[in-house]
Nanobody, 120 residues
Framework: VQLQAYGGGLVQAGDSLRLSCAAS????????MAWFRQAPGKEREFVAL???????SSYAGSVKGRFTISKDSYNTVTLQMNSLKSEDTAVYYC???????????????WGQGTLVTVSS
């Protein structure tokens, strides 16, 4: 399965942005879809994940209450980002795995990343 992330851009602090990740085929119910991000000079960090079969989700503490991960269609996962802060600036990656995990190495398929820049 190939993943393509899109929707990034330059916004101001307090704005909203919606990222999408489209899979080349159907995302099966056994999948866990996640978003990670990587800021310059920092390690890739977990943002949010969703279990495809149940819709159950989990968030990093830094984004909880501001970001929402959801299933948009049979092959698309979205990340709605509200009340953006300058510290949210990063390249955002979507990923597919089968484990309920916040660890990047647990995910087997990755999108190419989309840049989100939040100006203060």
């Amino acid at each position: 399965v190939q993943l393509q992330a899109y929707g990034g851009g330059l916004v101001q602090a307090g704005d909203s942005l919606r990222l999408s990740c489209a899979a080349s085929g159907r995302i099966y119910s056994s999948a866990v879809m996640a978003w990670f991000r990587q800021a310059p000079g920092k390690e890739r960090e977990f943002v949010a994940l969703i279990r495809w079969s149940t819709g159950r989700s989990s968030y990093a503490g830094s984004v909880k209450g501001r970001f929402t991960i959801s299933k948009d269609s049979y092959n698309t996962v979205t990340l709605q980002m509200n009340s953006l802060k300058s510290e949210d600036t990063a390249v955002y990656y979507c990923a597919r795995g089968t484990q309920w995990s916040e660890i990047p190495s647990e995910y087997t398929s990755w999108g190419q990343g989309t840049l989100v820049t939040v100006s203060s």
